[in-house]
DNA sequence: TCTGGGGTCCTAGGACCC
DNA sequence: TCTGGGGTCCTAGGACCC
């Protein structure tokens, strides 16, 4: 049995927490650049502002209902995130981080010494409430697609009390049979189009169509999973977190920029800032990488502009795994020379690291010369670790950014070409000390 | 005027291997 | 003229998730 719990409109909950006078009113969280709508209040919810709108859509509609728009504030989210899982983590033998407002709880076993599923359930919400202020929902179901249909339907019903079960034949139909089958885990805006031209409404139509089907119109096996995962046969296991956080496969840092930029200088100084935290986050992770990618882009909303809008480009790395930030950052040079045309406008770069590996495992080298400019004379490698580690450590203890690559200093008191907006920001409440809480 | 970021998984074609 | 089968890896792109 999987459980799921999701918190509430997470990060407006995480801002509510510590703005109690932003309770009851319309409350909108933004995405970085304060682009995007990504987290609304039920208050914001009601007006009709919808999840991802443009916040210059609904700027207006807020002002008039004494409404409040916050820039992202993930320091807090994070830290706020790590705190409801430890909850979690206490209560039930095994638990997934799925998300940073989202785990999957290994339910087995729960029932024999605890009273029912749903008492447990609903200990579970009010012990993470009552230490994170955070307010949650509960689905459990055999399969982990059940149980996110579970837990959107104890969302949508106030009358469920936060918690809907799925354990049985006539539960499941109820459930499914009131849940659109857009609505389904799975099914994105091209499927539900798909769904819709065929006739299929409900979660539990289309649970009833044949594999063939699925195979055919719902991408492959993907589809083919789904449809087993609906009808209460799991095709996918929990994978358990360890120490509550979530072991990636890959790391990516992108961001769109404050204005348009064609010089190639200041796009390299947005990939160096970006493939420097990348780097950083990779080195916290334990982890080395030996596959690079770097893209950047167009504005894909100038009509005057022919697709592609992103150029991407992936290296390989020849030297083996590193996770050396200035190592990393002479091969992105060459990839983004590759990349960069003179006289384009870009309004967004970003780079992600994959082929994940922890140090010290056998490294493949290549046994011919690459290519003249391809590699870096080898650095000494303990002494490049040992200085990362210090880069590191004085991040940490000083700031992020206090110590950089040269190539993101800008002359003068000018803030960085590349820099976006985040005009309404909230303080990093649990995880800076000038930013505590005063309480007077 | 203004329209995010960080992920996962799958597919498909080509090059290449035995 | 006929021209296999079973793989891997790479790259690019698409769909989906939160």
């Given at each position: ?26 409350v ?6 304060d ?59 095994a ?5 940073i ?64 079960r ?15 089958a857009?609505?389904?885990?799975g ?175 056998g ?12 590699v ?40 960085a ?24």
């Open positions: 049995m999987f459980g799921l719990v999701d918190g509430n409109n997470f990060y407006v909950s995480c801002e509510r927490v510590f703005q109690p006078r932003l309770d009851g009113r319309p909108v969280v933004l995405s970085n650049n682009g995007n709508v990504v987290s609304r209040s039920p208050e914001a919810k009601q007006l009709g502002i919808a999840m991802g709108a443009p916040y210059f859509e609904v700027r207006q509609l807020l002002r008039q209902h004494q409404g409040h728009a916050l820039s992202s504030n993930y320091a807090l989210y994070g830290d706020m995130s790590r705190r409801v899982m430890a909850r979690l983590a206490d209560q039930v033998p638990v997934e981080v799925y998300s407002d989202e785990a999957f709880l290994d339910l087995h076993g729960l029932t024999t010494f605890c009273g029912t599923l749903d008492v447990r359930a609903q200990r579970i919400r009010r012990d993470v409430l009552a230490c994170t202020g955070i307010p949650t929902c509960v689905g459990m179901a055999p399969t982990k697609t059940l149980a996110k249909a579970a837990n959107r339907l104890a969302k949508k019903y106030p009358e469920l009390h936060g918690i809907l799925l354990d049985t034949n006539s539960r499941r139909e109820r459930a499914l049979r009131a849940l659109p857009a609505d389904v885990w099914i994105g805006r091209q499927c539900a189009h798909l769904l819709t031209a065929h006739g299929i409404r409900t979660a539990w139509e289309l649970a009833g169509v044949s594999e063939a089907w699925a195979r055919k119109h719902l991408g492959g096996v993907v589809g083919w999973r789904l449809i087993q995962e609906l009808r209460g046969q799991p095709c996918q296991g929990l994978q358990p977190s360890e120490d509550g956080t979530l072991a990636r496969q890959s790391i990516s840092c992108s961001r769109s920029f404050g204005q348009r930029l064609t010089a190639f200088d200041d796009l390299w100084g947005a990939v160096t800032t970006y493939l420097s935290r990348a780097a950083e986050k990779l080195r916290a992770q334990g982890d080395q990488a030996h596959i690079l990618t770097v893209f950047i882009s167009q504005d894909r909303y100038d009509t005057c502009l022919p697709p592609p809008y992103t150029r991407s480009t992936t290296l390989t790395l020849p030297s083996g795994p590193t996770s050396n930030t200035l190592q990393l950052l002479a091969y992105a040079r060459h990839l983004l020379e590759r990349l960069y045309e003179p006289g384009r406008q870009y309004v967004k770069a970003g780079v992600v690291l994959d082929g994940l590996e922890p140090p010290g495992r490294q493949q080298l290549s046994l011919f010369a690459p290519p003249a400019g391809a870096l004379p080898a650095p000494d490698a303990g002494r490049a670790q040992q200085l990362m580690r210090s880069l590191d450590a004085l991040n940490r203890q000083f700031g992020r950014g206090t110590v950089r690559p040269a190539a993101t200093a800008v002359s003068g008191d000018q803030p070409p590349w820099l976006g907006k985040a005009q309404h920001r909230s303080q990093a409440y649990t995880t800076r000390f000038d930013d505590l809480m005063i309480i007077l």
